[in-house]
T-cell receptor
Framework: AQSVTQLGSHVSVSEGALVLLRCNYSSSVPPYLFWYVQYPNQGLQLLLKYTTGATLVKGINGFEAEFKKSETSFHLTKPSAHMSDAAEYFC????????????FGKGTHLIIQP | GAGVSQSPSNKVTEKGKDVELRCDPI?????LYWYRQSLGQGLEFLIY????????KSGLPSDRFSAERTGGSVSTLTIQRTQQEDSAVYLC?????????????FGPGTRLTVL
């Protein structure tokens, strides 16, 4: 069965600092990987996804993630944090086909310190 | 264009009552998903529709939960005899065709509180 582990339920960074949110997955087949962001009282919005091809994926709002098969990781980064980045971030995997939906990690709450 | 919409946005009910949650997917999306988001369980996948068919209902938490989709569009998630553990945010998503690589677009959710 596929699974996703997000290290750190809360991550705090200063405005302007590097953001690094960690995601490791377990899958029996090459996975498709997603990062979603959830702002308070809103649904989930796709930040970026990895399907095939280039392992460094660029998304919206300056975020990017790198698929590392050898490390079974898909960490999310942003060079310089902005106050508006404060939100809940979810890593998700899909490997058995859309019919199984997405398997999500527990989420990481990103806090931006002024 | 219009995104995924859900109604009601909030629902408070008494234990033992039935509730219906509605999802309007993005027009033209053939795939529709229901998820549940709760503090204890995180985000759980419940059920998937391709058109009007749900190939696998095993993700539904109990036989009190049912879902249907009509006309390849609107979907309703029904919870019968609600229990306090059903309190959660129920999220609906849709995608173009339901493949593994499709982006799922989420609605704002329905917050269900069972007293």
């Amino acid at each position: 069965a596929q699974s996703v582990t997000q290290l750190g339920s809360h991550v705090s960074v200063s405005e302007g600092a590097l953001v690094l949110l960690r995601c490791n997955y377990s899958s029996s087949v090459p996975p498709y990987l997603f990062w979603y962001v959830q702002y308070p009282n809103q649904g989930l919005q796709l930040l970026l996804k990895y399907t095939t091809g280039a392992t460094l994926v660029k998304g919206i709002n300056g975020f990017e993630a790198e698929f590392k098969k050898s490390e079974t990781s898909f960490h999310l980064t942003k060079p310089s944090a902005h106050m508006s980045d404060a939100a809940e971030y979810f890593c998700a995997v899909s490997d058995k086909g859309g019919a199984d939906g997405l398997t999500f990690g527990k989420g990481t709450h990103l806090i931006i310190q002024p | 264009g219009a995104g995924v919409s859900q109604s009601p946005s909030n629902k408070v009910t008494e234990k033992g009552k039935d509730v219906e949650l509605r999802c309007d997917p993005i027009s033209g999306h053939t795939a529709l998903y229901w998820y549940r988001q709760s503090l204890g369980q995180g985000l759980e996948f419940l059920i998937y529709f391709q058109g009007n068919s749900a190939p696998d209902k095993s993700g539904l938490p109990s036989d009190r939960f049912s879902a249907e989709r009509t006309g390849g569009s609107v979907s309703t998630l029904t919870i019968q005899r609600t229990q306090q553990e059903d309190s959660a945010v129920y999220l609906c998503a849709s995608s173009v065709s339901g493949t593994s690589t499709d982006t799922q677009y989420f609605g704002p959710g329905t917050r269900l509180t069972v007293l």
